[in-house]
């Protein structure tokens, strides 16, 4: 079976947790499962700082945990029972995007939602397209189901290299589209993302292009839109969504897709459980409640996330090393030192970064954002490893 992990390395080369939320937001699970970190006992493990899996620190709460535990029911009875809040998280979504129903699929996830689209556009004639590194999930399925993955490298800057991306859609199923970037963190902006899907349907009008905006809300940059838009009137254009990452839940596995009815219709009679049998209870209040809060939660979610990623990109630039430009809540750094060698050393202290990212596992390494107070105390580790301690800056 073709794990992630192999894929990337192929390619690469060629009551206590409602409480606190910390199992909604699933802290350190990326982590785990790559085995990023030596085996630590109950102690150890409620200190080390989890940087390594893209999560929002904070987790989702306490309107959506109050919500989620409402969901139990007496006795838990509303977890026994099929639920009937689909249709009211649908009806919430469309009219937070202002959109129509029939515009929306949820997921478990916004796996799911790359999923269906990587098994619905791609054929063993029509590859998947996609940059090195990306987000493996669409990539990595395609090959698990024997269909072509056209790599396409990044340019210098890091960034999605869009002539060589819409040179390679030609006859393709499906682009696979990660903007924001993971793992580099790295944003195209909103007008050149338009030409470029312009530019695709000119050159091979067949193929579909799936934006994933898993990191959309922390993003800054000047030319800052989401394709939506353009996705409810193309229907060779989808865009997914996920409660995972700034809305603090990615243990409860939630995430849309948007499009136009026509792609909208042909992903969900592929996968007749999308938005129903897929979900539980609990994500579906608690998404609903996320969603409920308005835009000033994930304002206030951007501001410290903002903060934060400036005084660690500011730490490493002081010391000489590198950052790529993000627009995420990760920062892709140049160590100077195997990402190997970094990860390790900061394992042994209680910091947990992440994995490797082929072809740039010789220098760069993925650093997720934890809170500002686990930032100050990361880069003092981080100066321990690399020699580099110096003065650590004031936030």
């Keep these: 079976m073709l794990t992630r992990r192999k894929f990337v390395q192929t390619v690469g080369a060629g009551a206590a947790g409602a409480l606190t939320g910390s199992w909604i937001g699933a802290r350190g699970r990326e982590g785990s499962l790559w085995d990023l970190a030596p085996t630590l006992d109950a102690a150890q493990a409620m200190r080390v700082i989890p940087l390594s899996s893209n999560e929002n620190p904070l987790g989702p709460g306490k309107v959506v945990l109050d919500a989620v535990q409402r969901a139990f029911g007496p006795a838990g009875a509303t977890p026994g029972r099929y639920s009937s809040a689909t249709g009211e998280l649908r009806d919430v979504l469309s009219t937070y995007l202002n959109v129509r129903p029939e515009n929306l699929t949820l997921g478990c996830g916004s796996t799911q939602i790359l999923r269906t689209a990587t098994h619905v556009y791609t054929e063993r004639t029509k590859a998947l397209v996609g940059t090195i590194p990306t987000y493996e999930e669409s990539a990595g399925y395609a090959a698990m189901l024997g269909r072509p993955v056209r790599a396409?490298?990044?340019?210098?800057?890091?960034?999605?290299?869009?002539?060589?991306?819409?040179?390679?859609?030609?006859?393709?199923?499906?682009?696979?589209?990660?903007?924001?970037?993971?793992?580099?963190?790295?944003?195209?902006?909103?007008?050149?993302?338009?030409?470029?899907?312009?530019?695709?349907?000119r050159i091979s009008p067949e193929t579909t292009i799936l934006v994933d905006e898993a990191y959309f809300e922390y993003v800054t940059h000047a030319d800052h839109a989401t394709m939506i838009p353009v996705a409810l009137e193309d229907p060779r254009v989808v865009v997914a969504r996920t409660f995972s990452k700034a809305y603090g839940m990615a243990g409860l596995r939630l995430g849309y897709g948007v499009g136009h009815p026509d792609a909208i219709r042909r992903m969900s009679q592929w996968d007749s459980g999308s938005g129903t049998s897929s979900l539980n209870v609990l994500a579906l209040h608690a998404g609903i409640a996320a969603i409920g809060q308005g835009a000033a939660f994930v304002d206030a979610e951007r501001a410290r996330n903002t903060a934060v990623r400036n005084f660690t990109v500011k730490w490493f630039a002081d010391r000489g090393m590198k950052s790529t430009d993000s627009h995420t809540n990760f920062i892709f750094v140049n160590t100077g030192m195997l990402a190997k060698q970094f990860r390790d050393g900061c394992a042994a202290k209680g910091v947990r970064v992440g994995r490797d990212f082929p072809p740039f596992e010789h220098a760069w390494c993925r650093i997720s954002l934890g809170t500002m107070d686990e930032m100050k105390r990361a880069v003092a580790v981080f100066g321990e490893v690399l020699g580099k301690a110096g003065v650590i800056a004031a936030a």
Excluded: E
């Design 152 to 201: 396409v490298a990044l340019d210098r800057d890091f960034r999605m290299d869009l002539d060589k991306l819409a040179d390679a859609s030609r006859g393709a199923g499906m682009v696979f589209y990660c903007n924001p970037n993971n793992p580099v963190a790295t944003y195209v902006g909103a007008q050149a993302t338009r030409d470029f899907i312009a530019r695709v349907h």
